[in-house]
């Protein structure tokens, strides 16, 4: 069947092992004429490696956001569609095919492709198998905010003249550029529709910390985003939240030692715990660079993170 080229761009932040094994992964991806495979290397003085395989990386370390990374990648081809991908992702090799197995509407500017978190088994670590019982990368997470859905660029299809013509994603910000080109595209008159068939798997977080840290990031960009359209997330009470938190961990670890569900202590222990670190992540401000005092503290934050 045919369908439209595609540029497909991944930003990309890290060492160079994990770059070759990225690369490795989209290699698996079934190209046609006109489609291109597009790394951008968001990573502070990275090196340009030797040529090899279908995908090509150019440096895009201007600014340390995904959407800087992300516009530079698109700029590098011209095809109809971007599909724009995640680095912790894993397509299966018929994924462009996927997203055109039904033609897009003529008013459609967004796709949104699956995203299934990746499995963790009963006995495994606590983090990535909480990942896995709530779907913390689902794109039906976000698609249940109504009015205010948007899917998540982690695999998202974009019609490239849409995409040029609101300025791609905006480049200051760390968090929720996907949700903000959302409403842009809907603003300018543009439809979105969701190709569950073309999924792809994400990769969890392993550690508690680490799975926190991508909470408090979330959050910063819900704050933002709140803010730059009132009412799209709206905040809840800290202090609430936080007696909620507190009664529903003991409740629920109380519960689950008497049924000997350790799926259900996994929940108790980690769901309100995510919940108040999305809400404390509203104070951390969006945009990048970070300055002054909130720089130096994110910073010191974040090293920590990255050693768990």
Known sequence: MARPAVDVVVPFRGDPAELAELRGRLGVLRLRPGDSVTVADNTPGSRTPAPEGASVVLHATGRSTPGYARNRGAEAGRAEWIVFLDADTVP??????????????????????????????????????????????????????????????????????????????REEIRAAEDADLAYRLRAAGWQVEQRDGAAVLHRSRQTVRALLFQRLLHGSGGGWIDRQYPGAMPPRRLPGLVCWALRATVGGLLAAVRSRDRDAAVWALLGPIDDVAFELGRSIPNRRPLT????????????RASRC
Not at 132 to 158: C, D, I
Not at 292 to 303: D, E, F, L, M
């Open 92 to 169: 299966p090799p018929d994924l462009l095919d996927r997203y055109f197995d039904e033609p897009p509407g003529a008013r459609t500017a967004l796709l949104g492709g699956g995203v299934l978190d990746e499995p963790a088994s009963p006995g495994g670590g606590i983090a990535a198998r909480y990942a896995h019982l709530r779907e913390v990368s689902s794109q039906h997470g976000t698609y249940r905010f109504g009015p205010w859905g948007y899917p998540k660029t982690s695999n998202a299809a974009v019609r490239r003249d849409a995409f040029e013509a609101i300025g791609g994603f």
């Open 292 to 303: 002054g005092v909130a720089g130096i503290r994110w910073a010191r934050w974040k090293a």
